[in-house]
């Protein structure tokens, strides 16, 4: 079971919700939320790294804007308060808030040093941009929506990044697809999956266009992949 812990940083402080596994010292990954902050699918994310082995760390990403965010994804007025937060989101601020994280991650009780990030939708987005931006041991981008827009920062990504593409995602068109398949066609450090039939956040446990089987197989091979990159 999860606790919350408070990062204190140069901007500011703010919430991480933090998931040990049974054994350390053990890698950590930062989870990076979609539009609804920290809430029950992503514990639930986190519960499910730190089974496998892993410290699962989860910040708050809108703490600038509406700190202790825990929306319910079926609800219509939480799904407005999330897009409307999202669309005021300062994406630099929160990718410097991400690189603090995994400063502390590196340093936290129990961790072995090795850092990950992952993220869903704007999570996503996020890991992205750290991976361009910044220093960690692996990434994992789920639908992240938007990634075509930074491209051009595309040949900054060194480190070991794996992307999970539903074909059908209403949010990422097939054009951006493809923007995003070509950009990386040539960097073998990058593996992208694409998933037949899927649409937008068809990993997000109780979503509306959760796919069982796609998400059991992009889990499977996140999973495997953070286990190599962060031994």
């Keep these: 079971m999860g606790e919350y812990h408070t990062l204190s940083t140069a901007d500011g402080s703010f919430r991480l919700y933090i998931d040990y596994p049974d054994h350390t010292p053990a890698p950590a990954v930062v989870v990076l939320q979609e ?41 219509e007025q939480d799904w407005k308060k999330g897009l409307a937060l999202y669309a005021a989101y300062d994406f630099d601020a929160g990718e410097r808030d991400v690189e603090a994280v995994v400063a502390a991650a590196r340093k936290l009780e129990g961790a072995n040093g090795k850092v990950g990030v992952m993220g869903y939708c704007l999570g996503g987005l996020m890991t992205y941009l750290t991976a361009a931006r910044s220093s960690i041991d692996a990434g994992v981008e789920y639908y992240g929506g938007g990634t075509e827009k930074y491209l051009a920062e595309a040949p900054a990504i060194d480190e070991p990044l794996m992307m999970h593409l539903g074909e059908e995602d209403e949010f990422i068109s097939k054009d951006a697809q493809a923007k995003i398949k070509a950009a990386f066609a040539n960097k073998g450090n990058v593996t992208i999956y694409s998933y037949p039939g899927c649409s937008h956040a068809f990993a997000r446990h109780t979503g509306t266009h959760y796919d069982a089987n796609a998400a059991t197989l992009a889990n499977g091979r996140t999973y495997e992949f953070l286990h190599q990159h962060l031994a």
Excluded: M, V
């Design 35 to 75: 539009i609804f902050g920290i809430n029950n699918d992503l514990r639930q994310s986190c519960r499910e790294l730190a089974e496998q082995g892993f410290i699962a760390i989860c910040p708050d990403l809108f703490w600038r804007q509406e700190p202790g965010l825990d929306l319910n994804e079926w609800s």
